[in-house]
Structures are given as C-alpha cells and as structure tokens.
C-alpha cells in the first residue's frame, strides 16, 4: 500500500513563496513518476507539474511555467514543488500523486494517469 502525504501550504502574499513537500511510502518510490495537482473551490482538478521516474522528463502547466519548479530525492521518498512569484489564482488545494505505471519515460500530465494521491494541502495566496 502506498501512503502520500503533503505538507507545507499556508497563506502568502502575493509574490511569495512556499515549498510543499510530499513524503511517499511502500517501496519502488524511484521507479515510478511524480505529479502535483491543484483544485480550487468550484473547480475540476488541474496539472500543475510532474516529473518522470528517471528525473530526465518534466512537465508543467502554462500557467506554472517559469514560477513553479518540481523536484525529487528518490533517497527520501519525496517530491517537492518549489513554488515561486505567488498569484492569487494559484489559491488551491494541492495534491500529490504516483503515476499509475512505473518506468514510464516521459512526465504525464492527465489525472486519469495517476492512481496513489495524498490528501492535499491547501495554498491560499491572499492580493
């Protein structure tokens, strides 16, 4: 069984920055790839960025793109999105997830590719 969870989200101003981190239990951590999601109140849940098992492939939303920068430390177990120049439309809950297939080459960014996710931190970027 796997086990994500997130942790550091809060409040920010606009322009601020935050780091969430997602610690991943089981076995096989570096085998598969990583993915950060949002939703926000109203919302359908959105990509946000991912990274490959290989850390050779990432992937990001436009919206994201320059502000936002994955990572991870296979030794930890854990992804991390450094999240940079806060917007007020960034406000969500994020949301971690494991790529349903391992050794997949290429970051893939459709919510129907994953199928372990954490139970979400919540960002608020206040204006």
């Known amino acids: 069984q796997v086990q994500l969870v997130e942790s550091g989200g809060g409040l920010v101003q606009a322009g601020g920055s935050l780091r969430l981190s997602c610690a991943a239990s089981g076995r096989s951590f570096a085998r598969y790839g990583m993915g950060w999601f949002r939703q926000a109140p109203g919302k359908e849940r959105e990509f946000v960025a991912a990274?490959?098992?290989?850390?050779?492939?990432?992937n990001y939303a436009d919206s994201v793109k320059g502000r936002f920068t994955i990572s991870r430390d296979n030794a930890k177990n854990t992804v991390y999105l450094q999240m940079n120049s806060l917007k007020p439309e960034d406000t969500a809950v994020y949301f971690c997830?494991?790529?349903?297939?391992?050794?997949?080459?290429?970051?893939?960014?459709?919510?129907?590719?994953?199928?372990?996710w954490g139970q979400g931190t919540q960002v608020t970027v206040s204006s």
């Open positions: 997830a494991r790529d349903k297939s391992p050794n997949t080459w290429y970051a893939r960014d459709r919510t129907s590719d994953y199928d372990y």
């Open positions: 990274m490959s098992y290989s850390l050779l492939s990432t």
